[in-house]
């Protein structure tokens, strides 16, 4: 009961917060993700900053260093649908061309206005979120 209470919450929560992308959503909403993303200070994320955290993201996940990331190195972050996707060869990982093939793909996914730069409205949409699993 209680259970289903609170999932019906999050679903309107999170209908809401799509469809509405609210109004309140100020740039403090953001600010540790665009104190991390965002070097130049611009207000916005373009490809290169996007590019370089990913890179960065990348390596940290890769500790052994092989150069690739298999499914469990990207656990929470890509499902099996998007790893598959975006790993052409099937040799059961992501090497750094795949991943930032990826992070690309997402990327222009949370850029609906396709202006080259995710703000932070963009950042904090569905497509958003997903963007910023790969990048941190
Ligand atoms: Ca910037
Ligand atoms: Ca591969
Ligand atoms: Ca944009």
């Known amino acids: 009961m209680k259970l ?3 999932t019906a919450l ?3 929560a999170l209908a809401a917060s799509a469809a509405l992308a609210p ?4 740039h403090h909403n ?4 665009m104190a991390y993303l965002n070097p130049d200070h611009d207000g916005t994320i373009d490809w290169r900053e996007a590019r370089r955290a990913a890179v960065r993201l990348f390596h940290k996940l890769d500790p052994d260093r092989d150069g690739t990331l298999d499914m469990n190195e990207v656990r929470g972050r890509v499902g099996i649908l998007s790893f598959a996707r975006f790993n052409p060869d099937r040799d059961g990982t992501l090497d750094k061309h795949e991943w930032l093939a990826l992070v690309k793909h997402r990327f222009h996914r949370a850029n ?3 202006d080259g730069t995710i703000d ?3 950042l904090q949409s569905l497509a958003g979120r997903k963007l910023l699993r790969v990048l941190m």
């Open 4 to 6: 289903s209470l609170s």
């Open 10 to 12: 999050a679903a309107a």
């Open 23 to 26: 109004a309140s959503a100020g």
């Open 30 to 33: 953001c600010k540790a993700e």
């Open 112 to 114: 609906p206005d396709k």
């Open 120 to 122: 932070c409205r963009e």
